[in-house]
C-alpha cells in the first residue's frame, strides 16, 4: 500500500465476468489500473448465470416446497467463490500480487434474513493487511457471515453493496462499478435512441432511479449516500466511456445536458395485484406488506381506492418474478379479509426523476398529456418529490419512454 | 437424536453425485437409512469432473505459472459446497431435516500445506448440536480450514479422510463409503473377470491395497486403523451390493474366498523418473525426495542400483500426471547432481497383497515366473512384508493380473 497511490474499490458484475476471456479482458484492465498507481480491491459477483443456474437446481432437487433459505444461500454463494480465485488467479498470472477472500474473510457480517441479508458491520481487517502487503484483493461479493456462523447472501444485484460497504469501511477515494452500460443514462437507450449518458448525479436523484429499474442496487446507492462514498458507474466492455459520477452534485452541474428532470426510468415485467373488498380499517395495509416484507419481497406502487361502504381495493405492483409467491403469502394471510384476488401480468414502470422537478408544478400534467398524445393508457400512477411513476401495458414501454423523453427534451445537449 | 440409533457416517463420490438425477437417488437413500433409524452425517464429494474443469479454467487463466495453490483450494473447495447444499435441499425435498455444513463449519482445522493439507484437529461441536436437533448433517468433504483462517483442500479423493476422520471425533458406529464399485475387489474385475468382493479385510491389508490403486485414499485407512474406525466400503449403485468390511479381522474371517493372499491390486497411468549417475553419498535420495515431498508429491517405488565407480542410477515411479512437475523440481534441485534424467509414460503397478505371506516363502517367485509364463517383462520390483509389487508395461496389466489371480487361485471359493 503507497500512502501517495489512490484508494480505489472497484465491482465487476456477472455480465463482465460471463465467460473465460471476459474474465481474463477484466483482470487486465485491474492491473492496468494497479499500474497506474491504485491500491485495489476488487468485488466481483458470479460470473454470467451461475446464480440463476444454482437456483433453478435447487428449484428442481427440493421437490414440492422451496429450498430453504440457509441452504439456498450456501449454494448459490459459491458462484462468487469461484469468479473471486479465478480473478485471483488471472491476476497474479498478469504478473500482480492478488488475493481473493470470501464475504467471511473480507469481514462483512450480516444478520440471518437469508436472501436478502442486511449488512450488520465490517471488519476490514483483514482487507487493511492484505492491501499493506501490496496486494490487489479480490473480494466475493453478495456475501457475508451471520453471527451464528452461516452464509447469507445480501440479495439479487448486491454485489455492488459489498463493493459500496467496503469502500465506506476502508474509506476508499472511489467506488467504481462497472457493467455492461457506458452509464446513467436519460433513458433505457434501447427504447429511446437519443438517449444519453448523464455525467454527475446526485445520491437522491439516483436513489430514486436505482428503485425504477437503472439496474443499480438500491440499498447500495442508500449506503453510498449515508457514508458519502464517491461512485463512478461506467462500462467493463468499453474504456473510451466516461461513465456517470455519483455524489453529492447540484443541479448546476449537469446544466450541460439537463433540464428539469434528469431522466427517464423504465421497468418491465411488473405485475399487478389488486385485492378487492377490503375492509377499510385501520392497519389494513400494514397487514398486508408485513408477511411480503418478511418473505424479502419489495412492493413498488401502491394504490388504495376510495372506500364506498366501508369496502375499498388495494392494488399494488410486484416483480413478476414475485407474483405466484405474493399470491400464495397472501391467500395464507388470516389477518386480511377480501372478496377477491386479482393478478395482471405484462405490465411496465415508466418514471421520470428529476430534483429539478421539486419547485416547479406542472411535471405530471405534462407527463400524463405526453403519454395520452402518444395513445399509451396509464393503469396506476405514484410520485414522490422528485419522481412521478405511471404503470403502463408493457407493449407501450417504448412508446412512452420516447414519448416523455421527447416532451422534457433530454436529447437536447 | 436418538440413544438407541446407530451413529452413521456416509460418504458419497463424485461419480455417485455426478447428474441431478443420481443425487437425488443419493438424497433418497440417505432417507431410507434415516427411516430404519440411524443418526447420520453425510459427507459429499463435489459433483461428477467439478473439480477438474475448475482446475483446468484456474490452469488457463493463469498464464505461463501454476495457479497459486491458495487460490486454487479457494476455487476447488467451493465444489464440495455445492453437492453438500444441493445434497441437503434434496433430503428437505424428501421430508427430512437436513443442514449442510463446509468442511470450516465441520470444525475440519488443517495445516496450510495446500493441496495436500493434513487434518490438525476436529472440533465436532456443531456436527453435534445439529445431530442433537434430529437433523442430517451433511459435510463438504475434502476441505478445512488453517490457523490463518484460509481454505484448504485435502488431496484428491479425501472426501474418504473427512469422512473418517469425523466418524473418528464423533465417535460413529460405523463410517461408509458408497463408490462406483460393489465393494473390494480380489482384482480389478475390468482386468479379471472372475474377480470376487472381499467381505472382510484388516486395516493393513486394506493400508497397503489403498496405496496400490484400489481407489481408497490410503491416509483415510491409515487414520480408521489409528483410530479404529470400523469402515464399509459398498456401492452407491447397488442397493444389493454387500460390500467390504474393513476392520481388525484376523485371517480366519475370510477363509471362504482367501487363499495365502488377499488380493490384486493393478494402478495405471504410472510413470518412471531415472537419475543416471547420481553421486552414491549418504542423504542423497532424502536430497532427491524432500523437495517432491514438500510439494505434496507421493513416489512411489524408489529403487536404487547397486553402486559403480562412486554413481548409481536411482529410479522411482509418480502417478503419471507428476510427471512434468517432477521434472520441474528435479531439474531446479541444486543439492543433487546427476549426469542425466531419464522419463518412461506408460507404466503399471500390478501388486498382490496378503497378510498370508509373512510367514510362507515362495510368494515372490510364483508371481515373476506367472509373469513370465505370461510373456510379462518385470521393469521394476519392491516389496513389503504383506505385499509384492511388479512395474510393468501398461499394456500388459490385464495380461498380469489375470495370470496372478489364476496362480494364486483367487477365483476359487
Redo the contacts between chains.
Keep these: 500500500m503507497n500512502e501517495k497511490n489512490q484508494l480505489v474499490v472497484q465491482k465487476f458484475g456477472g455480465s463482465s465476468l460471463a465467460t ?1 476471456e471476459l ?2 479482458n477484466v ?1 487486465a484492465r485491474v492491473c492496468e489500473r494497479r499500474e497506474d498507481g491504485a491500491d485495489l480491491v476488487v468485488c466481483v459477483s458470479a460470473m454470467g448465470d451461475t446464480t440463476d443456474e ?1 437456483l433453478s ?2 428449484n ?6 422451496s ?2 433459505p ?3 444461500d ?2 448459490i454463494s ?1 458462484g462468487e ?2 469468479s ?3 480473478m ?3 491476476i ?4 500482480h500480487d492478488a ?2 477472500l ?1 464475504g467471511r ?1 473480507a469481514g462483512i457480517r450480516t444478520d440471518d434474513t437469508y436472501g436478502s441479508a442486511r449488512i450488520a458491520n465490517i471488519d476490514p481487517k ?1 482487507i487493511s493487511s492484505e492491501l499493506e502487503r501490496g496486494r490487489i484483493v479480490v473480494v466475493a461479493g453478495f456475501q457475508g457471515l451471520t453471527p451464528t ?3 447469507t447472501t445480501l440479495g439479487r444485484g448486491a454485489s455492488d453493496l459489498t463493493a459500496v460497504a467496503i469502500a465506506a469501511s476502508i474509506k476508499a477515494d472511489i467506488c467504481e462499478i462497472y457493467t455492461d452500460v457506458d452509464g446513467i443514462y436519460t433513458a433505457d437507450p434501447r427504447l429511446v435512441p437519443d438517449a444519453q449518458v448523464i455525467p454527475h448525479i446526485g445520491y437522491e436523484e439516483m436513489l430514486e432511479m436505482a428503485s425504477l429499474g437503472a439496474k443499480m442496487n438500491p440499498r447500495s446507492i442508500e449506503m453510498a449516500a449515508v457514508h458519502k462514498v464517491p461512485m463512478l458507474i461506467t462500462s467493463s466492455f468499453n474504456p473510451d466511456a466516461k461513465g456517470t459520477r455519483i455524489g453529492n452534485f447540484k443541479d448546476s452541474d449537469n446544466m450541460e445536458i439537463r433540464k428539469s428532470i434528469t431522466s427517464i426510468a423504465t421497468e418491465r415485467a411488473v405485475s399487478r395485484v389488486t385485492l378487492i373488498g377490503v375492509a377499510d380499517r385501520p392497519g389494513i395495509a400494514a397487514a398486508i406488506m408485513t408477511p411480503l416484507a418478511d418473505a424479502g419481497i419489495s412492493v413498488d406502487v401502491i394504490v388504495q381506492n376510495v372506500s364506498t361502504g366501508g369496502l375499498t381495493d388495494l392494488s399494488f405492483t410486484v416483480g413478476q418474478e414475485y407474483l405466484q409467491r405474493v399470491t400464495e403469502i397472501t391467500s395464507a394471510n388470516n389477518d386480511v379479509e377480501y372478496t377477491d384476488l386479482a393478478t395482471r401480468d405484462g405490465l411496465a414502470k415508466v418514471s421520470v426523476v428529476g430534483t429539478g422537478m421539486t419547485n416547479s408544478p406542472g411535471y405530471a400534467a405534462r407527463m400524463f398529456r405526453a403519454l395520452a398524445n402518444a395513445g399509451v393508457n396509464i393503469e396506476m400512477i405514484t410520485t414522490s418529490e422528485i419522481r412521478i411513476t405511471c404503470i403502463v401495458d408493457e407493449k407501450n414501454v417504448g412508446t412512452a419512454a420516447q414519448a416523455i423523453h421527447s416532451e422534457f427534451e433530454l436529447e437536447v445537449v
Design positions: 473465460e474474465l481474463r483482470a444454482l437446481l435447487a428442481r432437487l427440493s421437490g414440492d416446497e429450498p430453504s440457509r441452504e439456498t450456501a449454494l459459491t467463490l469461484v473471486a480465485s479465478l485471483g488467479i488471472a497474479r498470472g498478469l504478473g488475493i481473493s470470501s474473510q483483514r456462523d452461516d452464509t
